[in-house]
């Protein structure tokens, strides 16, 4: 395995005409690594992962569909969260620098690049997703709000988690990933219980902690835009509470 310091230099992949050299400075469990690899022109640094794996078979991260459907690749990429299979090598290093590639922050960390994201998919079915259904509503007319499509995008990758500066710091914050299905299920006429929602993302540590930095829009692959549904039920919760808590 490698010392954390010195580069392992790696053989072009097998097949390819063309390939360019990149450096991997990976945040590996306790100490850094780093990895000379060489990847096709047009690599995304998750092409790049892998080289490095087929040297170092110990290095843990989480890849699946290679497209930017699964979410199960995201990490901090030069200090930002974003998906490896969507980052093109090229962008992340720009210049000659080398690749620094982190886990996400916030979650608990199993090894290297790998965390336990299951508090986000746990937290987003306790609020009512998914809704299985893709109709007008009964009376014929469309939803209000975003569009449905909007929320359903979300492929749970956990980068909006890592982003927040709120989640940083209080730990027990619903965090944007599961207030942003709360504002989805809430505006939602069609058959969840939008109230139900509402209440329990309306505590201590739910809507009224996020300070509205962003961040999390900012990061979000699938343009979830959590931010927007977060204040939307804000809003929403405030309009209850004028209202004496009726629905």
Same mark, same amino acid.
């Given at each position: 395995?490698?010392?954390?310091?010195?580069?392992?230099?790696?053989?072009?992949? $097998?097949?390819?005409?063309?390939?360019?050299?990149?450096?991997?400075?990976?945040?590996?469990?306790? %100490?850094?690594?780093?990895? %000379?690899?060489?990847?096709?022109?047009?690599?995304?640094?998750?092409?790049?992962?892998?080289?490095?794996?087929?040297?170092?078979?110990?290095?843990?991260? %989480?890849?699946?569909?290679?497209?930017?459907?699964?979410?199960?690749?995201?990490?901090?990429?030069?200090?930002?969260?974003?998906?490896?299979?969507?980052?093109?090598?090229?962008?992340?290093?720009?210049?000659?620098?080398?690749?620094?590639?982190?886990?996400?922050?916030?979650?608990?960390?199993?090894?290297?690049?790998?965390?336990?994201?299951?508090?986000?998919?746990?937290?987003?079915?306790?609020?009512?997703?998914?809704?299985? $259904?893709?109709?007008?509503?009964?009376?014929?007319?469309?939803?209000?709000?975003?569009?449905?499509?909007?929320?359903?995008?979300?492929?749970?990758?956990?980068?909006?988690?890592?982003?927040?500066?709120?989640?940083?710091?209080? $730990?027990?914050?619903?965090?944007?990933?599961?207030?942003?299905?709360?504002?989805?299920?809430?505006?939602?006429?069609?058959?969840?219980?939008?109230?139900?929602?509402?209440?329990?993302?309306?505590?201590?540590?739910?809507?009224?902690?996020?300070?509205?930095?962003?961040?999390?829009?900012?990061?979000?692959?699938?343009?979830?835009?959590?931010?927007?549904?977060?204040?939307?039920?804000?809003?929403?919760?405030?309009?209850?509470?004028?209202?004496?808590?009726?629905?």
């Amino acid at each position: 395995m490698p010392d954390a310091g010195h580069a392992l230099a790696l053989a072009a992949p $097998r097949g390819l005409a063309v390939s360019r050299p990149v450096q991997l400075h990976i945040r590996r469990t306790g %100490r850094w690594a780093d990895y %000379r690899v060489e990847v096709r022109e047009g690599a995304s640094v998750l092409e790049a992962l892998e080289e490095a794996w087929r040297l170092d078979h110990s290095l843990l991260f %989480r890849h699946s569909c290679h497209h930017g459907s699964c979410g199960t690749c995201g990490m901090r990429i030069n200090g930002r969260e974003a998906l490896a299979c969507l980052t093109p090598v090229a962008q992340a290093a720009r210049g000659g620098r080398p690749v620094r590639l982190e886990p996400l922050r916030n979650f608990p960390l199993l090894g290297d690049l790998l965390v336990e994201t299951q508090q986000v998919a746990a937290g987003i079915e306790a609020v009512g997703l998914p809704i299985v $259904r893709d109709a007008d509503r009964p009376d014929g007319h469309p939803a209000e709000g975003s569009p449905p499509e909007q929320y359903e995008n979300c492929i749970e990758c956990g980068l909006c988690v890592s982003a927040c500066p709120v989640v940083g710091s209080d $730990r027990q914050f619903t965090g944007p990933a599961v207030l942003a299905a709360g504002g989805r299920v809430a505006e939602e006429r069609r058959g969840p219980d939008g109230l139900a929602a509402m209440t329990q993302v309306s505590g201590e540590h739910g809507v009224w902690r996020c300070h509205g930095a962003f961040e999390c829009s900012e990061v979000c692959p699938a343009e979830v835009d959590p931010a927007a549904l977060i204040l939307g039920l804000r809003g929403g919760v405030f309009r209850r509470w004028m209202a004496g808590g009726r629905k």
